[in-house]
């Protein structure tokens, strides 16, 4: 079920799209200490599929990261509310680092794609996560109309629950951790995709859905950097479509990053990296597409 996500959301190639239909993403974040995180995550991008990944960060990181690949647009961050219109999804945080600076970039940023006209889809990662934290204060939500989705760890979601619902994750079963995600996106306005053993999935309307698909025992740095590039893709993906439905986004960057994952794994075992997990995306949609139409 969960592949047949992939495939519903999988834009079709005609042979006559141009340049940026199949989604002109970016990424806001990085930082000369941090410059790997949204290298990650835009690749993931492109991986999947999208044909242009953007990122803003910060100057002195810009020369870092464009020396990883040639295939990154990367800019600086105060070039990021110039560009917005032309694209068609964001994702916040990667990397961006936790100084004072760095906080009141990113929590501008948040507030300039969440508020874009029309909507358009925006992840919240990482270090994004850490601004909401450090800069919201109570009764501040999302706007009615965005589509916005915050993808926290465990530390994460802790860290959020404590912030705006007064209350801890720790030690709290999956049911318990879903009802307070869903409490959560109720307050802010939000979806959340929650990262764990199983990913939770909830919505505004406080419906939860666990994502069990089983993925790589191994848990190194930059997983989750593909996993909300994957999700920004597949948002922007379901964004276009005249079905959109974010849940069914959120279900088929799971299932990709877990998959990919779990290969990487049985070809590189304890040593496998992110860099692994990205190298087995495009064989992996390669089998979806293949795979028969569902009856």
């Known amino acids: 079920w969960q592949m047949q996500a992939v495939l519903?959301?999988?834009?079709?190639?005609?042979?006559?799209?141009?340049?940026?239909?199949?989604?002109?993403?970016?990424?806001f974040g990085g930082s000369e200490d941090y410059p790997g995180a949204p290298f990650y995550a835009a690749t993931s991008m492109l991986r999947l599929g999208a044909d242009l990944a953007h990122?803003?960060?910060?100057?002195?990181?810009?020369?870092?990261?464009?020396?990883?690949?040639?295939?990154?647009?990367?800019?600086?961050?105060?070039a990021f509310p110039h560009w917005l219109a032309a694209l068609d999804g964001v994702l916040?945080?990667?990397g961006a680092g936790r100084d004072g600076a760095s906080v009141d970039l990113v929590s501008a940023a948040i507030r300039v794609a969440t508020a874009a006209d029309p909507p358009k889809p925006v992840v919240i990662d990482a270090d994004g996560l850490w601004a909401l934290v450090?800069?919201?204060?109570?009764?501040?939500?999302?706007?009615?109309?965005?589509?916005?989705?915050?993808?926290?760890?465990?530390?994460?979601?802790?860290r959020l629950t404590?912030?705006?619902?007064?209350?801890?994750?720790?030690?709290?079963?999956?049911?318990?951790?879903?009802?307070?995600?869903?409490?959560?996106?109720?307050?802010?306005h939000c979806h959340l995709f929650v990262k764990g053993a199983s990913d939770l999935f909830v919505s505004p309307?406080?419906?939860?859905?666990?994502?069990?698909?089983?993925?790589?025992?191994?848990?190194?740095?930059?997983?989750?950097?593909?996993?909300?590039?994957?999700?920004?893709?597949?948002?922007?993906?379901?964004?276009?479509?005249?079905?959109?439905?974010?849940?069914?986004?959120?279900?088929a960057a799971s299932f990709v990053t877990r998959e990919a994952s779990k290969e990487a794994y049985v070809e590189h075992g304890r040593?496998?990296?992110?860099?692994?997990?990205?190298?087995?995306?495009?064989?992996?949609?390669?089998?979806?597409?293949?795979?028969?139409?569902?009856?």
């Not at 450090?134 to 916005?148: A, I, K, Y």
């Not at 939860?208 to 996993?227: A, W, Y």
């Not at 040593?271 to 009856?295: C, F, H, N, W, Y």
């Open 134 to 158: 450090q800069t919201w204060m109570e009764g501040d939500r999302f706007p009615e109309q965005s589509t916005v989705v915050l993808t926290p760890n465990a530390n994460e979601m802790d």
């Open 8 to 27: 519903d959301l999988l834009p079709p190639l005609t042979g006559s799209q141009r340049k940026g239909e199949c989604g002109r993403l970016a990424v």
């Open 55 to 78: 990122i803003f960060t910060e100057p002195a990181a810009a020369p870092i990261i464009k020396s990883y690949s040639p295939e990154l647009l990367v800019g600086k961050s105060p």
């Open 205 to 251: 309307t406080k419906d939860v859905i666990v994502f069990p698909h089983s993925g790589s025992p191994r848990r190194p740095g930059g997983i989750g950097d593909c996993l909300a590039g994957l999700l920004a893709t597949f948002l922007v993906w379901a964004h276009k479509s005249p079905t959109f439905s974010i849940a069914r986004a959120a279900e």
């Open 271 to 295: 040593g496998m990296s992110a860099t692994d997990v990205i190298a087995k995306i495009v064989p992996l949609v390669r089998r979806i597409e293949s795979t028969p139409p569902k009856k």
């Open 162 to 188: 404590k912030k705006f619902l007064n209350d801890s994750t720790k030690d709290k079963s999956l049911e318990e951790v879903g009802r307070m995600a869903a409490a959560l996106a109720n307050l802010l």
């Open 92 to 94: 916040i945080g990667p």
